[in-house]
């Protein structure tokens, strides 16, 4: 990693982070803070002779007055450097809830919205050294793990586009200093200067740590360690995917035998994949319930982990998912279901998906002849018209019906290699 002040070398630490054929329109998310505005300007000379078109724009969450004439600014220093520029404005603050996770949300949203519009694949953000430093710092504050300590990714996709961060590599100084050379002017987000924030704590923290060793560049370097670590990992549980897990019907079957011989980091990662693949739980179960989960595993007990079921069969284990957590679940015909059931079959008037339940079940008299026990057909999707069962697909009453998987076995196995 080079950090590094210099025009020339920073040029060339930003061209290093894309591919030899750059993508052919780039955007760039530019608040007007340090970071970003040096972003944008060395992105400029950077691709000043290639085949790539700029786009920037800047959100205005519309929670600072001053934030639409900043957003005006970075216009016209877009429009100075020939980049094309659009302002996004985000008035969903309801006043409910934790404000900055909100803002991030939607921040996010309109940012990979605007790219789709003017086909942009590619979106740069410009966060730091720094910014990856403090982030290790928080999650070390957490206990994280491996993945927690890899801390941000230099590239990710988010709602089918790639962000990337090409300045993760370079301190706020380096940039500082390039502004100040460039003569660029920039705003100082009054936020980072208030303690209320864990981020500005830490920063602060940073500085005292910085005699021991514990600086930016250090602490990336760390990060950088981390995410090879976790490739690693990712590539073990892929391959002990391979080996002991059978999809059954959006089911996970687990050799038990095999899933007990496993280091204990590979064993709680594959169970960590296969509960949210089942689930969908947008954030993974609490520590203390995956612990739970993985001794009920080693001692031949059923248990219950993020909305699904993990019943204990002898040799191997069923991970179903938890009618408790579908319960309520209802989709109109042709929208999927739990967020992964596809059903189709003849249109009905007024018929919806819903779990087929222990009622539903009842109606059901081949339902042995699956093989998938009462707790896991409770739980899947099934066609009602008012309280009428009209069809019951993964239970042996398939009438004219098929359920089927949006992400499929493939995805089971491919998204454990997609980080
Ligand atoms: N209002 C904004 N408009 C456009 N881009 C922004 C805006 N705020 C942040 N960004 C982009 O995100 C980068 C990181 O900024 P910041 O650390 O404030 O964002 P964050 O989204 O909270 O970061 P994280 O992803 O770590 O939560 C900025 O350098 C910039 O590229």
């Not at 899947?380 to 004219?400: N, V």
């Not at 992400?407 to 998204?415: K, L, Q, V």
Request: with cysteine.
């Amino acid at each position: 990693m080079l950090l590094t002040n210099t025009s020339a070398e920073l040029l060339s630490v930003l061209r290093a982070q894309f591919p030899a054929q750059p993508p052919k329109r780039l955007g760039i998310a530019v608040s007007g803070g340090g970071d970003s505005v040096a972003l944008l300007h060395l992105a400029s000379q950077c691709f000043a002779n290639e085949d790539v078109e700029l786009f920037a724009a800047t959100v205005d969450h519309g929670l600072r007055p001053e934030a639409a004439d900043e957003a005006q600014w970075v216009a016209r220093l877009a429009a100075d450097l020939g980049v094309s520029h659009e302002t996004l404005n985000w008035r969903g603050w309801d006043g409910n809830g934790n404000l900055q996770d909100h803002a991030r949300r939607a921040r996010y949203a309109l940012l990979t919205e605007w790219a789709h519009r003017h086909q942009i694949v590619t979106l740069a953000l410009a966060h730091t050294a720094d910014d990856q430093a403090e982030t290790l710092l928080m999650r070390l504050g957490r206990a994280a793990g491996v993945s927690g300590l890899a801390a941000m990714p230099s590239r990710r996709m988010q709602d089918g586009v790639v962000l990337v961060r090409p300045l993760l590599g370079v301190t706020r100084e380096a940039l500082r200093s390039y502004l100040r050379s460039e003569n660029l002017a920039w705003f100082e987000d009054p936020s980072n200067a208030d303690t209320r924030y864990e981020r500005i704590r830490v920063r602060k923290v940073l500085d005292s740590l910085r005699p021991l060793g514990l600086d930016a560049r250090v602490l990336t370097e760390v990060a950088g360690n981390m995410s090879r670590a976790r490739e690693a990992l990712d590539w073990y549980t892929f391959l002990a995917a391979k080996d002991l897990a059978l999809i059954d019907a959006g089911d996970v079957l687990l050799d038990l035998r095999g899933f007990r011989t496993l280091p204990e980091e590979i064993a709680r990662r594959l169970l960590l994949h296969v509960v949210c693949w089942i689930g969908g739980g947008r954030y993974p179960p609490r520590r203390v319930a995956v612990a739970e989960a993985m001794s009920a595993l080693r001692h031949e007990r059923s248990a219950q982990l993020g909305g699904c079921l993990i019943l204990n069969q002898g040799r191997q284990a069923r991970i179903c998912r938890e009618y408790k957590a579908v319960e309520d679940m209802r989709a109109q015909m042709g929208e999927l279901w739990d967020g992964r059931w596809v059903l189709s079959g003849a249109v009905l008037p007024e018929a919806e998906i819903r779990p087929l339940g222990p009622q539903g079940l009842e109606q059901c008299p081949n339902w042995r002849d699956t093989g998938r026990p009462h707790a896991s057909l409770q739980a899947t999707p099934a066609i009602w018209q008012g309280e009428s069962l009209i069809a019951a697909p993964l239970a042996g009453e398939s009438r004219g019906w098929s359920a089927r998987l949006e992400s499929g076995e493939e995805d089971f196995y491919a998204s454990l290699l997609s980080h």
